[in-house]
């Protein structure tokens, strides 16, 4: 006992963020997060950090305020076709030193070819919690996926400094194919927009310009750029070209402003006032094809920020950038780049190419080749999704290690809190019965998440699975059958018909996943009827519940039962009642819950064989809640199915 008094006595001298490893007796899950953050560090060592956040002037999307936080505000983009998409990007807004300005706490992110839309995947869903930004972007990779428009909607606005009304804010909205961001200088709208150039502007979402700068890797070779001739007057024509080598298909042609070391308060340094960018396929640019023409009219300073200028695919050999307004440098004007990026085939064509220009100042670090060289002031450039997502996945390594440290925290009070207490001795039985109790719940608890995962992956592979898989027989079908362009298009409606009943069985799945614990059965009713409204579209319907239910918790394995048995249901009705409406009836009590589908549809004979696996799948649904299913169906009467099931 005097050892144990002894070790306790250093123990407690310790301070509380000393090592946790000796407070590990006392607490089973110290060892665990000392493990798992030394995993972490690890991780984060090797991943890019977040760029000190630059002041620029164009700062992004505002959205209307509105008195409410939680007024839905959205804003869309609209890339002018279908594209194939590779990964969208938000990145949120630095202004008066506040990184993440005007985040949204809840959002979401779809995508559509309806500008509408009324028929669109969400990509990114976020409104069930609130959301912590930092000024990580956050990066959704969107798969194979071919779509027109993108929608960012925030469901829970933030408020404004005066705490009256509410708000939300992003800094620049990017969408990669190819590694090529399809957004740049793309259309827009939104639900109400601040317009306060140029400070607050809904093309200032599409510019390429936000707090994060360019995508870099520091270097130890230096170079500025290409530099023009220095003119004593500012509207003097210069230009810059570079030679692809060859006829290439463009897809976005990228200026990255210099920023030499000798004038490192002065961003953007040598960025035209004026400009045009073109694309030929000969060396004198006889028959020019424009890309850009901002000659009319002063085009606003990127700083440390690409300029990306999307080229719609246009094959060309050469590139070439005319300065018609020059930015004045110390009582004379310069023209001046950083580096001039070509993307094509996802990737930099230009890099190495041959420069030439109007006229240059050639010094160490000046010269025609250090155009296409590959280097930023700030480091080497890496391709810019990449880049994004590194920085993204450093987001979400920080928000981690937080997590970790907040309960190792709470971890090391306890800890301590059952040492004083085996200090005393009075304790030592009841911290003995209480450290079982722990490791029984957890066991517990470890074999109902077991049980969960199980149910889940069933479900996947049962729902999901079989949607996916006649999916894919019926596009086999329509690819190499031969059909008739009726008998295709009958197959496209059935590939869309399956793949919304796959999206919409995936949507309950996740709906599961996120409870916890034994949520109420209003959270039930909340479900259904948001699968009722998915599902029944084109049906007039309508769900009841009694006034005054009472306030009653089940299992998540009871509601799971019964939310899938109410989306068979539904499932048949859709499939082969040919109902024009269907009314929905949930009742319960302290100890009983019912459920009631009747639809006006064509009926059946309930006392004849199927060969579906609909009922059978009801009757399963209903035995394994304990419960007892009634149908009662009369040929073109309609049919009621009612499941009567204790509360588990």
């Known amino acids: 006992m005097a050892r144990y008094l002894l070790l306790l006595t250093v123990l407690l001298l310790q301070p509380l963020s000393a090592s946790a490893s000796p407070w590990s007796w006392f607490h089973?899950?110290?060892?665990?997060?000392?493990?798992?953050k030394e995993a972490l560090k690890n991780s984060l060592e090797k991943t890019t950090k977040l760029p000190a956040p630059q002041s620029i002037e164009r700062v992004g999307f505002h959205s209307g305020f509105a008195q409410q936080k939680d007024t839905?505000?959205?804003?869309?983009?609209?890339?002018?076709?279908?594209q194939d998409l590779s990964s969208i990007v938000v990145v949120p807004s630095f202004f008066g030193n506040e990184e993440a300005y005007g985040f949204p706490q809840r959002f979401r992110v779809d995508a559509s070819n309806d500008p509408a839309f009324e028929d669109s995947i969400t990509l990114l869903d976020h409104t069930a919690m609130d959301y912590q930004p930092t000024l990580a972007p956050l990066f959704i990779k969107t798969g194979t996926l071919q779509v027109r428009f993108i929608r960012f909607t925030a469901t829970k606005l933030r408020a404004s400094s005066n705490g009256r009304s509410f708000f939300f804010s992003l800094g620049e909205l990017l969408v990669f194919s190819q590694h090529s961001n399809t957004a740049a200088r793309t259309s827009l709208t939104s639900s109400l927009a601040v317009e306060s150039p140029p400070t607050w502007s809904t093309q200032n979402l599409v510019d390429g310009t936000s707090a994060l700068g360019i995508a870099t890797s520091p270097s130890t070779i230096k170079s500025n750029g290409w530099h023009g001739g220095i003119s004593n007057t500012q509207n003097k024509l210069q230009w810059v070209q570079v030679d692809l080598g060859s006829s290439q298909a463009l897809q976005e042609v990228r200026l990255i402003p210099a920023h030499p070391p000798d004038f490192a308060d002065r961003t953007g340094f040598g960025f035209p006032i004026r400009f045009k960018v073109e694309a030929a396929e000969e060396a004198t640019f006889k028959e020019p094809k424009v890309i850009i023409d901002a000659t009319a009219h002063d085009f606003s300073n990127p700083g440390d920020n690409p300029v990306p200028l999307p080229t719609m695919g246009i094959k060309s050999r050469y590139i070439r950038v005319t300065a018609t307004?020059?930015?004045?440098?110390?009582?004379?004007?310069?023209?001046?780049?950083?580096?001039?990026?070509?993307i094509g085939e996802g990737k930099n064509l230009a890099q190495g190419g041959s420069v030439t220009s109007f006229d240059s100042t050639l010094t160490a670090l000046w010269k025609p080749e250090f155009l296409v060289d590959g280097l930023a002031?700030?480091?080497?450039?890496?391709e810019w999704?990449?880049?994004?997502?590194?920085?993204?996945?450093?987001?979400?390594?920080?928000?981690?290690?937080?997590?970790?440290?907040?309960?190792?925290t709470v971890a090391l009070h306890v800890a301590q809190r059952r040492a004083m207490g085996w200090a005393t001795g009075g304790g030592i039985a009841l911290a003995a019965a209480f450290i079982v109790s722990l490791q029984r719940n957890r066991q517990k608890r470890r074999r109902e998440i077991e049980a969960l995962r199980e149910s889940i992956a069933r479900d996947l592979h049962d729902e999901v699975g079989s949607h996916l898989g006649s999916i894919s027989l019926a596009s086999e079908l329509a690819l190499h059958s031969g059909t008739s362009p009726e008998e295709a298009r009958n197959s496209l409606d059935e590939i869309h018909r399956m793949s919304r009943q796959a999206a919409e069985s995936m949507r309950g799945i996740v709906w599961l996943i996120r409870e916890g614990g034994e949520p109420s059965l209003d959270r039930l009713i909340q479900a259904l009827r948001e699968s009722a409204t998915a599902q029944l579209k084109s049906i007039?319907?309508?769900?009841?519940?009694?006034?005054?239910a009472p306030n009653v918790s089940a299992s998540l394995d009871f509601h799971r039962h019964v939310f899938l048995f109410f989306k068979e249901a539904i499932h048949n009705v859709i499939r082969h009642a040919q109902a024009t409406s269907v009314e929905i009836t949930a009742y319960w009590t302290t100890e009983q819950f019912q459920l009631t589908i009747t639809d006006n549809g064509q009926g059946f004979d309930p006392t004849k064989s199927s060969d579906g696996s609909g009922l059978k799948n009801l009757k399963y649904r209903a035995a394994t809640l304990d419960g007892q299913i009634e149908i009662c169906s009369v040929p073109n009467q309609g049919t009621t199915i009612k499941l009567t099931a204790p509360l588990l």
Do not use: M
């Open 28 to 36: 089973a899950d110290l060892k665990r997060i000392e493990k798992e």
């Open 72 to 82: 839905v505000r959205w804003v869309q983009l609209d890339l002018g076709k279908e």
């Open 325 to 342: 307004k020059l930015w004045e440098r110390s009582g004379d004007y310069v023209f001046a780049l950083g580096e001039l990026q070509v």
């Open 377 to 382: 002031p700030s480091g080497v450039l890496v």
């Open 385 to 408: 999704e990449s880049w994004l997502n590194l920085l993204a996945r450093r987001h979400d390594l920080d928000q981690a290690w937080q997590s970790l440290a907040t309960e190792e």
């Open 540 to 548: 007039r319907w309508d769900l009841c519940t009694q006034d005054n």
